[in-house]
């Protein structure tokens, strides 16, 4: 699916986003989180795109900048406090405040992910290190400057794995644990203008999604074609601008009443 056109512009001017993991796997398609950083700044807000691989964030902004928008790149290691606490004060400082975080790091398969009986100890505390603490440890340094502010959102990336069968442990019980993460930060924070929410993408045409599974031996049409089948709307799985529009109202002044809520962006598969 390609881009929704349609105009943003203005919905987000004067703001600031801290978007992590708003780099890139390599592939022919846009990622969940490069979609947002770039979809986020055409709405007028000034993007820090934070990843591990700081090429991959730089090409992130080098997208943005040529469109005219304002963006720059930063290197963070989600399982590392310092370097988010580090993150978000540079962003007070170069900046004067901190509006939007949107969390979109998450990895499966590219981390080791395994069936409950074959995963490792190890993998297993790397993944809730990479799928969860960051993006708690994340909120725990951003929250403080939008309470101070008296607004701020937060917008986490879960998965539709999260409510449906998931073979891999990892992924699941981080993606499960995502919602309560949300609900959590939701109600503790609604009270100083904080709004936390959490979207479900399901089958998204990312290179996430396919490079993975092409790289394990299946050919790339089987891939896409055994995934868009499952997709009852419109038999066609979804793209990253699917969860960048989603972002985008979750993150802007149309869902200012709305906080906590688990959003599906999933073409109805959850329903099936
Ligand atoms: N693509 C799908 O079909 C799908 C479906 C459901 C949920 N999701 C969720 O969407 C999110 C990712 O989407 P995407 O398309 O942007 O993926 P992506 O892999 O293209 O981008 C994620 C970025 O996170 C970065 N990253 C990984 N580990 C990191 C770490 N430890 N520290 C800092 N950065 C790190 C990567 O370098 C990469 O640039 C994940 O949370 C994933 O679970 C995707």
């Known amino acids: 699916m390609s881009e929704i056109d349609v105009d943003v512009s203005g919905r987000l001017a004067g703001r600031v986003a801290l978007v992590i993991g708003g780099g890139q796997t390599p592939g022919e398609t846009i990622g969940n989180g490069r979609a947002t950083a770039v979809l986020l700044a055409r709405a007028g807000a000034s993007i820090v795109v934070a990843d591990r691989h700081c090429d991959a964030a730089q090409e992130t902004v080098d997208q943005i900048t040529a469109e005219g928008g304002a963006a ?3 290197e963070l290691e989600v399982t590392d406090d310092d ?3 580090a993150l978000v004060e540079g962003i ?5 405040r901190l509006d939007m975080l949107h969390n979109n790091v998450g990895v499966s398969i590219a981390g080791g992910d395994a069936d409950a009986l074959d995963l490792d100890p190890e993998t297993f505390d790397r993944l ?3 799928n ?3 993006a708690w440890m994340a909120a725990r340094h951003a929250i403080p400057v939008m309470r ?3 607004s701020g959102s937060v917008v986490n990336i879960s998965s539709m794995a999260a409510r449906m069968a998931y073979p891999l442990v990892g992924y699941k019980t981080t993606k499960v644990a995502m919602l309560g993460l949300t609900e959590n930060l939701a109600i503790t924070n609604a009270r100083y203008g904080v709004r936390v929410n959490v979207i ?4 998204m045409n990312t290179p996430m999604a396919i490079e993975a599974r092409v790289g394990q031996g299946t050919p790339r049409d089987e891939v896409v074609s055994g995934r868009d089948r499952q997709v009852p709307l419109g038999r066609k799985m979804g793209s990253a601008w699917d969860v960048a529009h989603a972002s985008l109202f979750l993150h802007s002044d149309e869902a200012r009443f709305i906080t906590g809520v688990s959003l ?9």
Not at 200 to 203: A, E, I, K, N
Not at 264 to 272: A, F, I, K, T, Y
Request: no cysteine.
């Open 264 to 272: 599906p962006v999933d073409g109805g598969r959850g329903l099936v």
């Open 83 to 85: 370097q988010h606490r």
């Open 92 to 96: 007070v400082e170069s900046h004067g």
């Open 132 to 134: 969860l603490k960051g």
């Open 200 to 203: 479900l993408p399901g089958l």
């Open 72 to 74: 720059s790149a930063a």
């Open 148 to 150: 101070e502010q008296g």
């Open 128 to 130: 809730w290190q990479i």
